[in-house]
């Protein structure tokens, strides 16, 4: 998994709304968090997105993308997206590009649970890792933006 210090790789993928997205394109745009989570509708995965969701307003109020990545395709996105109304971008990585390129695995056929904050200029600045606390990803998230300045004013 890559760590706090390396440089984000690039992802282009397409959003739920079937649009390609590049992560390059919020460079100099504030900070990002970018989460990758195993599956759509599952409950730790609903459980995750929603407290994005509720959460949201603090990440943008911060200057923060948040963006959530699975490999679930972009209907199952946008029916994900549409149903917990999520205000955030989600990506579709069915070849698992975007997972293997930031060292993500899969344990006994369950994906990792990751979530990056990346700075203004695309470096990991902080990383969590936690199959099952959900919760954990969002407030370690907050806090790190909250703590180390990486707040766009």
Same mark, same amino acid.
């Given at each position: 998994?890559?760590?706090?210090?390396?440089?984000?790789? /690039?992802?282009?993928?397409?959003?739920?709304?079937?649009?390609?997205?590049?992560?390059?394109?919020?460079?100099?745009?504030?900070?990002?968090?970018?989460?990758?989570?195993?599956?759509?509708?599952?409950?730790?995965?609903?459980?995750?997105?929603?407290?994005?969701?509720?959460?949201? /307003?603090?990440?943008?109020?911060?200057?923060?993308?948040?963006?959530?990545?699975?490999?679930?395709?972009?209907?199952?996105?946008?029916?994900?997206? /549409?149903?917990?109304?999520?205000?955030?971008?989600?990506?579709?990585?069915?070849?698992?590009?975007?997972?293997?390129?930031?060292?993500?695995?899969?344990?006994?056929?369950?994906?990792?649970?990751?979530?990056?904050?990346?700075?203004?200029?695309?470096?990991?600045?902080?990383?969590?890792?936690?199959?099952?606390?959900?919760?954990?990803?969002?407030? /370690?998230?907050?806090?790190?933006?909250?703590?180390?300045?990486?707040?766009?004013?």
């Amino acid at each position: 998994m890559l760590k706090p210090g390396d440089p984000a790789p /690039e992802v282009v993928l397409q959003d739920q709304n079937g649009l390609l997205f590049r992560l390059s394109s919020l460079r100099g745009q504030g900070p990002v968090v970018i989460y990758f989570y195993p599956k759509d509708g599952t409950m730790v995965c609903t459980r995750q997105a929603c407290t994005f969701r509720d959460d949201h /307003e603090s990440f943008t109020g911060l200057g923060a993308t948040v963006i959530g990545v699975s490999a679930d395709d972009v209907a199952s996105h946008k029916a994900f997206a /549409e149903k917990h109304q999520l205000p955030f971008i989600l990506l579709s990585d069915p070849e698992d590009v975007a997972f293997r390129a930031f060292g993500l695995k899969s344990f006994l056929g369950m994906k990792e649970r990751a979530t990056f904050v990346l700075d203004d200029s695309g470096i990991i600045r902080s990383a969590v890792q936690d199959r099952l606390n959900a919760r954990k990803h969002v407030e /370690e998230a907050l806090s790190f933006l909250r703590d180390q300045g990486l707040a766009r004013s």
